[in-house]
């Protein structure tokens, strides 16, 4: 599959709607764990904000740490999961 | 305890771009909100957040974010207490 390479990339994972891996690189590779993780957590918070603060589902999902960030987004029934370096600010 | 956590909460809301916060104890029960984040979702909130917490347990706890086209909530635990901020874009 083609994919473009984003700018601080150290891993990627595509699930799909169930939850199962379709590709993964890098630290991510056949991480089964994260995904599993992951699609919990995209089931937990889809809708379920509230809706005068949060009137719409997410787009994005990101979980940021110190020094990376796992992005999360959801497109053509896949779930698209990018593990990032970030710069400390 | 409470007096502080007014405090805090009216300090968030004080952010012209902030919607409403919320927070959460261990049981996912509100223990304060403002603005117009609604108690009904401290149950939501504490959830994800618990959920992230097995993504590296090793970890400091991260920060979750979640983004549409108008608005953005962020949700941190820290110690027994979760936090929810909702902000507009």
Not at chain 1, 28 to 53: F, S, V
Not at chain 2, 24 to 47: P, V
Request: net charge negative; glycine share 8%.
């Amino acid at each position: 599959m083609d994919r473009p390479n984003i700018q601080g990339q150290i891993g990627y994972l595509t699930l799909n709607s169930e939850g199962a891996v379709l590709a993964s690189e890098g630290d991510l590779k056949n991480d089964e764990k994260t995904a599993g993780i992951l699609h919990g957590l995209i089931t937990l918070a889809h809708n379920r904000l509230d809706p005068k603060a949060f009137d719409k589902g997410f787009k994005r999902l990101t979980v940021t740490y110190e020094d990376h960030a796992y992005v999360v987004c959801l497109s053509n029934r896949k779930i698209h999961i990018v593990k990032r370096q970030v710069q400390a600010t | 305890m409470e007096n502080n956590l007014d405090r805090v909460m009216e300090e968030i809301c004080l952010d012209p771009a902030v919607l409403g916060c919320l927070f959460a104890d261990q049981q996912g029960l509100c223990i304060g909100s403002k603005g117009q984040a609604s108690n009904e979702t401290s149950g939501y909130i504490t959830a994800i957040a618990n959920q992230v917490a097995k993504l590296e347990p090793n970890s400091k706890m991260p920060v979750v974010t979640l983004e549409n086209e108008n608005q953005i909530c962020m949700i941190q635990k820290a110690d027994t207490i979760t936090g929810a901020i909702y902000k507009k874009l």
